[in-house]
């Protein structure tokens, strides 16, 4: 039995013992394994792990303070552990972003800053023992009025999976400056994680 | 008796009791050639993510505090698969996770702040949250504004719907000068 060069495709050599029943069968197994490797690869990109999470709805956050934005409602969830935990379960680049939008509660005075940021901490790799560092990303504005805010930011990073070591829940924060009003997130908010690639090769 | 392989039944004749023969090859031929069509259907799907770039080089006239639709001519676009046809409505016809991206260039005297959103509809959408939308604004002052907002979607139905919106708050006389829209799907779902 010979095998082809690129895929390992099996063929009888001239010595074989003529039995083409047999190198038919496992000409059929091995383009089967082939196939499925393939097909499962692709199914990988179209299908990639993905979390997304709904607000549940924070009335009355202060101003001048960073107010902590919690998301318990499960929008989508594939390639993830149950529930609320985004712990990252492969390797790979993700992107992760929020989206927030927020309601005054009472009358604002003019050109209210808003903001909102995005933060998980990463281990350090390959020794996640010594520590993790930090990523954030941030996005504020200027708006008055009375209507709803709306707000988004977002972050790109790496993550190698090692053994028993979690990157990290995402936070986010949301810092409002109003005057004479509140604020409240609302639980059309949503927080997303999706993996984009996997890593170099 | 013949025999199939495991994830794909592909037919193989027994090995002592069957003599290969023409219909044996051509049976296991054409079963493997569906199984590649479906394949290079997928590998097309990987390859070919529905996306769209809808560009706005042309002035569009804005009124004070009042969302106005980015529309588009069908010059300004990266358009494969026919998403956009007029107007400001972009319709996405496969569900799936979507990345949404757009800018706006604005001249004006005055503003007190700017917003760009996305508004998008469709099955689905409504569960997951208002007009899914963004924006950026920025305090009181003349000149070129440009604004920039993302945006992730989980369409779970097809045929959803997107546009861009601006909208100028302020005094003066408000005028978009160049926007664009971008959707391209990063996953199905």
């Known amino acids: ?201 | 008796m013949p025999g199939f392989t495991t994830h794909y039944g592909f037919p193989f004749p027994h090995m002592l009791t069957e003599v290969v023969d023409a219909t044996n090859w051509k049976n296991l031929s054409e079963a493997i050639d569906v199984q590649m069509t479906n394949i290079n259907t997928l590998a097309n799907q990987v390859k070919f993510p529905n996306v769209i770039t809808a560009v706005r080089a042309s002035s569009l006239a804005l009124t004070l505090n009042t969302l106005t639709d980015v529309t588009y001519t069908s010059t300004e676009f990266q358009n494969p698969a026919g998403m956009w046809t007029s107007g400001a409505t972009i319709t996405i016809p496969e569900a799936g996770i979507y990345y949404l991206s757009g800018f706006a260039r604005v001249t004006s005297t005055t503003v007190t702040f700017n917003k760009i959103l996305f508004t998008t509809t469709g099955t689905g959408l409504g569960t997951f949250g208002p007009p899914a939308a963004v924006n950026h604004s920025s305090s009181s002052s003349a000149g070129d504004w440009l604004t920039n907002a993302t945006c992730l979607i989980p369409a779970t139905s097809p045929n959803w719907t997107a546009k861009l919106q601006v909208l100028m708050n302020g005094t003066g006389s408000p005028n978009l000068t160049q926007a664009g829209l971008s959707i391209v799907r990063l996953s199905l779902i």
């Open chain 1, 1 to 201: 039995m010979e095998l082809t060069p690129s895929q390992g495709l099996p063929f009888p050599s001239d010595e074989d013992f003529g039995n083409g029943a047999l190198d038919l069968q496992f000409l059929a197994q091995t383009v089967d394994t082939k196939l499925f490797a393939k097909e499962t690869a692709l199914r990988s990109i179209l299908y990639p792990p993905v979390k997304i999470l709904g607000a549940a709805g924070t009335p009355n956050l202060s101003n001048g303070v960073q107010n902590l934005v919690t998301f318990s409602r499960i929008i989508q969830n594939r390639g993830f552990n149950p529930g609320t935990d985004m712990t990252l379960l492969q390797s790979g680049t993700y992107m992760m972003g929020v989206f927030i939008e927020a309601q005054c509660v009472g009358t604002v005075s003019a050109n209210t800053v808003r903001g909102v940021s995005l933060s998980i901490n990463l281990p350090i790799i390959p020794d996640p023992i010594s520590g993790f560092v930090t990523q954030t990303a941030t996005n504020s504005i200027v708006e008055p009025g009375t209507g709803n805010s709306l707000l988004t930011t977002q972050l790109i990073f790496d993550y190698q999976a090692v053994a028993g070591i979690s990157p990290g829940t995402p936070v986010v924060n949301y810092f409002h400056t109003n005057t004479g009003s509140l604020m409240s997130v609302l639980n059309t908010s949503y927080i997303w994680l999706i993996k984009i690639s996997e890593l170099g090769s």
